[in-house]
């Protein structure tokens, strides 16, 4: 015969496997959030560089950089696109006075986007930090060590590659 076991014993096993399944939920919740949140933070940038049929695309020349914006002539190469004497990219360390840059403008707008792969990469920068905080939430919330080793090392080849190409 198989003694009973004490019923404390069977309730701290079902408490047990709440909090386990409570802090598996919660901690998958806050993975997918951190995960739209750096596809959302990339997405409105990326988008002009992705999409880019229909857009105005051409070539810019920084002439002068301010605190986060960079300014300099719009040069079109699509059809329908019209030449502009300043047109306005983010700055960043990759953007130089003095050098081409090949844009399409964001509509209703003098702002333009980097484009090609150096444009590519420096949008999605965002979805590669999100990619880094969201395997610490994989390993210690989740405790899936080699989901969370894939993911930081996606992450870190992503920002790798943008700092290479820009």
């Known amino acids: ?3 009973a076991m004490p019923a404390t014993a069977t309730s701290s096993q079902s408490a047990r ?3 386990r399944f ?5 901690m998958g919740v806050v993975t997918v959030l951190i995960l739209v949140a750096g596809v959302w933070g990339s997405w409105g940038t990326a988008q002009y560089v992705m999409l880019t049929k229909g857009r105005e695309q051409g070539t810019m020349t920084v002439t002068a950089c301010g605190g986060d914006t960079c300014t300099g002539p719009y040069r079109p190469v699509s059809p329908g696109s019209q030449a502009r004497e300043e047109v306005v ?3 960043s360390v990759a953007v130089r006075k003095g050098r081409t840059y090949s844009v399409a403008l964001k509509p209703g707008g003098d702002h333009a986007v980097r484009t090609g792969p150096a444009g590519l990469l ?3 920068i965002p979805l590669a930090g999100a990619l880094l905080l969201a395997s610490v939430v994989v390993a210690g919330g989740l405790r899936l060590r080699r989901t969370a080793w894939l993911m930081a090392g996606a992450g870190v080849a992503f920002l790798t ?3 290479l190409v820009l």
């Open 1 to 3: 015969m198989i003694p």
């Open 17 to 19: 496997a709440a909090l």
């Open 22 to 26: 409570g802090r598996i939920a919660v």
């Open 89 to 91: 990219v983010g700055k």
């Open 122 to 124: 420096y949008a999605w």
């Open 161 to 163: 590659a943008t700092f």
